[in-house]
């Protein structure tokens, strides 16, 4: 079947790397990219209720470049056998639109009334999209994800706050980029937010920091979400193997300290180097993480055998800009 996911503008190259890597994962691909919107074939378009920076996916129906053909294909529709109860016809314009499109979810509603379905504009059970940017798109809303959903789980949300933690939707498509289906480590879990966003998706999660109290706390965080598949333990992040003896991981994802603070035993950068070397050691899969951008981990990762398969840059603010990494062994 045919999917589209809108992804949000903020980390827009991160979205749809991490479309493409659950396309993957349910058996797809991504094929046609326009502007914030992100289309393909899939065969289990479920995947994508993982997503995280995306605003919303669903079914697709049609593309094309003409306003007639659009209207024809929606008269020759069978609405009855794609709408359950009301709906509405929402429009976007995204801002590479390039057809005039002012009225067309109104002429849409118009066939499908006209085939006997009701339209309740302020609660549809149905919401029929059209987005316009190069191309016209036409597609039936499966998910949308609302920000108060992350929002609910930023850091000053959790029960044991620290203002460390990377925002829940990153957090998410980070988790999303190793293409983990069973489990994931966080070797510098802090709080735990990472692990808050993959256990909720239904992986084990397994987490360590060098500090107790970081531990304790990314317990009552996970417990407090509901999630109670986690292993976690007070260990350090350059000797992974001294923590869970024997055991190699389908994934890690996890976002280091930044600066060179008075708990590392080491220079930022030898941290950085000794963790990967750790990872790279029980790893099985991929690795997403997170550096300051002043850190160029190509050449160290790369040095320690890893393959970079991509990565992000954000600018957070002033002093501090990153990049998300994602790495295979
Ligand atoms: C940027 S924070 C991680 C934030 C986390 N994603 C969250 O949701 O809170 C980095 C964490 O790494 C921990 N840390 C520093 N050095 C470490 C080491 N050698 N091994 C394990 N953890 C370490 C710090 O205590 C801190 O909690």
């Given amino acids: 079947m045919f999917y589209y996911v809108e992804i949000l503008g903020t980390l827009p190259e991160m979205g749809k790397a991490e479309v493409e890597a659950l396309a993957e994962l349910g058996v797809g691909n991504v094929e046609k990219v326009d502007y914030l919107l992100v289309s393909g074939s899939v065969k289990h378009i479920g995947v994508f209720e993982r997503l995280g920076l995306a605003h919303e996916y669903g079914l697709l129906l049609y593309e094309g470049d003409d306003i007639k053909d659009i209207l024809d294909f929606a008269k020759g529709l069978e609405w009855r056998n794609i709408i359950n109860g009301t709906f509405a016809v929402r429009r976007e314009r995204m801002r590479n639109c390039m057809h005039e499109v002012n009225d067309l979810d109104k002429k849409i509603g118009g066939i499908i009334h006209s085939q006997g379905l009701r339209v309740n504009l302020s609660r549809p059970d149905t919401v029929v999209r059209v987005y316009c940017g190069n191309k016209i798109w036409l597609g039936i809303r499966i ?9 609910d789980r930023k850091a000053d949300r959790r029960p044991f706050s620290r203002p460390i933690a990377l925002p829940p939707r990153i957090a998410r498509a980070m988790v999303n980029l190793t293409k983990a289906t069973r489990e994931v480590l966080d070797p510098f879990m802090g709080t735990g937010g990472m692990l808050i966003e993959a256990g909720l998706i239904g992986l084990k999660v397994y987490g360590l920091d060098i500090r107790e109290d970081m531990v304790e706390g990314a317990k009552i965080n996970l417990e407090y979400y509901g999630i109670r598949d986690y292993v976690v333990k007070v ?26 603070s008075t708990t590392l035993p080491m220079d930022r950068n030898e941290l ?24 160029d981990a190509r050449d160290v990762a790369e040095s320690i055998g890893f393959k970079v398969l991509g990565r992000f840059y954000q600018r957070v603010h002033s002093s501090l800009s990153r990049y998300f990494y994602v790495m295979e062994v």
Avoid: Q
Wanted: no cysteine.
């Fill in 272 to 295: 950085y180097k000794r963790s990967l070397e750790s990872i790279h050691s029980v790893l099985e899969g991929r690795l997403a993480i997170a550096f300051p951008a002043d850190f």
């Fill in 143 to 151: 998910r949308e994800f609302k920000g108060k959903e992350f929002e």
């Fill in 235 to 260: 260990g350090d992040a350059t000797k992974i193997e001294e923590v869970f003896p024997g055991k190699t991981f389908e994934a890690v994802a996890t976002d280091p300290p930044y600066g060179n």
